[in-house]
């Protein structure tokens, strides 16, 4: 874990870390790398990938429009919002 | 009136020896009392209660009884509330107020519940010390210089210190079952799947479950029922039938169980943790339950596994929290991907940026393969283990944490640490088990959790069990400072 994969790793999550925090940071990740690297040696050869604990199908619902949602009490934050659009900074400069 | 379970409470408000309005009143006054000390609310909601004590009054003078009419609930802070602020413990949604209701809220709102405020939890429920808060550490009422365990700390603590009867969790790695086991309380994490995700502030979807925190197992029951069943609004909930768990208890079949404890579960426990788990396994045996050794060889890698899926996870649900749409705002950005980077790094706190990093890196070009298929492989290694168990038990226990609670700031400095205080619990959620941490007693004066796991979709056995041996201990009765 060095400075280059610290800085990739924030720019691809979209986070800046203050330099002072920057020491304690990557240690931290060397031991949680550390801590993870114990599954190296598990033999999972023909093992199947586990993405959810549950074998069931998961249930669709009836395909049919429902109109739940008001605008404006989803956008109840007026300070980011106008006449139901979000405001942003400038995109391109 | 002093009340001991939630089903006292009922009975008492079904005969009128108290109204809703007098029972929330005196618990609101209890929480103003001790809530300075413990802080276990992050928002109090007294109209909200109030109100709704005021209407199943009314409802009850008409004859009209809900299931769980007038029974005061403490909301975990990751649950949406319709009008009401719920942060998960973040600066990054200190602003948001819901514009809708999680299920489970809904569930329980429309059972006649009176939501006494929303509890306080390890950011974004990603601790074990409820210390990641931005609002700050909730106490253990047992001594306050020590942690509730978390993520759930708030509802777990507000239980222990009886200033409300019963509240709500969530569970992504022991978030339910540590802090009921360190507070000695009960707290049961169901079945993935056996109650609805919708609205409950994602953290890892594969792994998160609502659950239940309760001073004993029949109260447990009682609420399940109310929370569990599938919905549309999440595909991932299952539409197995809900059974009368609270009648399944009481029922006059006494089952001779046949119960396993992990050697895993037990090689490295201290003296002191061990006898107070063995005196419990000799009172199983008193009731009549047969104990065999079982084998989860894999289980030990259950805490590395977790910190790749559940970071993995994490890093991908937590991307929603740019600034643009809710949520904390950046005020020193002069583009879009300014906007998004400040409103996240000051939104965040360190636990929470820790953990996206990790499953950034996980899940980054080059590392998949290594880590996170990996870890899903050893997932599925661990859940074969507890298959394999479960051909030759009824259910699994062990104690829930490798020890008591530790004291506040003692492992904020060591993630590993902190990391490895949910050795026994992660692996349930890795395999989608249900589990249930009740009191076994005490070491140094602080509580200890003996841990029952389940079958999938067994929690009616869990239960049963857990409410057999309440019946012959005591532990489950004992408050702080009485």
Redesign the interface.
């Known amino acids: 874990m060095d400075k280059n994969t610290i800085n990739k790793l924030t720019h691809l999550s979209k986070l800046s870390i203050p330099d002072s925090d920057i020491d304690e940071l990557t240690s931290n990740l060397e031991n949680i790398l550390e801590l993870i690297s114990e599954i190296d040696a598990a033999p999972t050869n023909g093992m199947e990938p586990m993405a959810h604990p549950l074998d069931f199908n998961q249930p669709l619902r009836e395909d049919k429009s429902i109109k739940d949602i008001n605008r404006s009490e989803n956008q109840n934050d007026t300070s980011k919002t106008k006449d139901g659009y979000y405001i942003v900074p400038r995109i391109i400069d | 009136m002093e009340f001991k379970s939630v089903k006292e409470i009922l009975t008492a408000i079904k005969n009128k020896h108290i109204s809703v309005v007098e029972l929330t009143t005196s618990y609101l006054n209890k929480i103003m009392q001790h809530d300075d000390e413990l802080n276990c609310f992050i928002t109090m909601t007294e109209e909200f209660a109030l109100n709704k004590a005021k209407e199943i009054d009314k409802e009850i003078a008409k004859k009209k009884f809900r299931e769980l009419a007038g029974l005061p609930i403490a909301q975990k802070d990751i649950f949406c509330t319709k009008g009401v602020k719920t942060s998960c413990g973040s600066k990054m949604l200190d602003?948001f107020?819901s514009?809708y209701d999680a299920t489970v809220i809904e569930k329980l709102n429309d059972a006649g519940t009176i939501m006494l405020g929303k509890t306080n939890m390890d950011e974004f429920a990603m601790g074990s010390s409820n210390e990641t808060s931005f609002y700050g550490p909730v106490k253990n009422p047992w001594d306050t210089e020590y942690v509730p365990g978390g993520s759930s700390g708030g509802s777990a603590s507000a239980v222990a210190a009886r200033i409300s009867p019963c509240s709500t969790g969530t569970d992504t790695g022991g978030s339910i079952r540590q802090p009921a086991s360190l507070c000695g309380i009960c707290g049961l994490k169901p079945?993935?799947?056996r109650v609805s995700r919708f609205g409950m502030i994602a953290f890892a979807s594969?792994?998160d479950q609502a659950g239940l925190f309760t001073t004993d197992a029949l109260d447990a029951a009682i609420l399940l029922k109310e929370i569990s069943g599938?919905d549309?609004k999440d595909?991932?909930s299952?539409?197995v039938e809900v059974p009368d768990y609270h009648a399944y208890c009481l029922d006059d079949v006494k089952p001779n169980y046949t119960i396993g404890i992990p050697e895993e579960f037990t090689k490295d426990l201290n003296e002191d943790v061990k006898k107070v788990f063995y005196d419990s396994v000799k009172t199983l045996e008193k009731m009549g339950c047969k104990i065999k050794t079982v084998n989860l060889k894999?289980t030990g890698?259950g805490?590395?596994?977790y910190?790749?899926v559940a970071p993995a996870e994490c890093?991908s649900n937590l991307?929603r929290f740019?600034g643009?749409?809710?949520g904390h705002?950046s005020g020193h950005?002069?583009?879009?991907?300014?906007?998004?980077?400040?409103s996240?790094?000051e939104g965040?706190g360190?636990e929470v940026?820790?953990r996206?990093?990790?499953g950034?890196?996980?899940l980054?070009a080059g590392y998949y393969d290594?880590?996170y298929?990996?870890?899903?492989?050893?997932?599925?290694?661990i859940?074969n283990d507890f298959r394999n168990a479960f051909n030759k038990v009824d259910l699994i226990i062990g104690p829930t944490t490798p020890d008591k609670a530790f004291k506040i700031g003692e492992k904020m400095n060591d993630?590993?640490a902190m990391?490895l205080s949910d050795v026994y619990t992660v692996s349930t959620?890795?395999?989608?088990?249900p589990a249930m941490s009740i009191p076994m007693g005490f070491k140094d004066n602080m509580p200890l959790g003996l841990q029952i796991i389940g079958k999938?979709f067994d929690e009616k056995n869990i239960l049963k069990l857990s409410y057999l041996y309440q019946k012959e201990t005591e532990w489950h009765k004992k408050e702080p400072g009485k």
């Open positions: 602003n107020i514009p079945t993935y799947g594969s792994l599938h549309e595909s991932t299952s539409s894999y890698l805490v590395s596994a910190q790749v890093s991307s740019d643009v749409r809710f705002r950005a002069s583009n879009l991907e300014d906007l998004y980077r400040e996240r790094s965040f360190k940026k820790r996206i990093l990790v950034t890196y996980a980054s290594a880590y298929l990996k870890a899903q492989k050893v997932r599925n290694l859940a993630p590993i990391y959620n890795l395999a989608g088990l999938h």
